[in-house]
């Protein structure tokens, strides 16, 4: 949720015809947002097309309630302030590293099975988590 990261991006979304736009965050991170881009010149029609704060509602109050997933060197810093963190089986072995977990890679649809597992129950309990933390990989 860096706007030096975040703004340049969502400008060029709305300056753009993309169908849609989502933005992680609270609703207080939101509304930030919203001022930024109204600063920047866009009127309400076009700040209404910013989808935010996107995702499941799960109820967490910090970042340390919510799991993340990725694979990209820019999301070891969001892996740093989430309560668990997974990495791709594709990404790099310095965000692997940086990762709670490190489920199947892309290619091997790892998001799936992480969902499966940590959401949807399928295999995957809280001593599972703690058990896989301590090896690394589920």
Known sequence: YDPKLDDPALIAAL???????GALGSKKTQAARLARMRAEGFGDNELARIRGPVGLNI????PAEIAVIGHGDNDVAMFAR?????????????VRQAADLVTESNQENGFAAAIKRLILGGECSKTQVETARAGRTW
């Open 82 to 94: 989430s309560g668990l963190s997974i990495a791709m089986g594709n990404a790099s072995p310095e």
């Open 15 to 21: 300056k753009s015809d993309c169908f849609y736009i």
């Open 59 to 62: 109820g967490a109050r910090s």
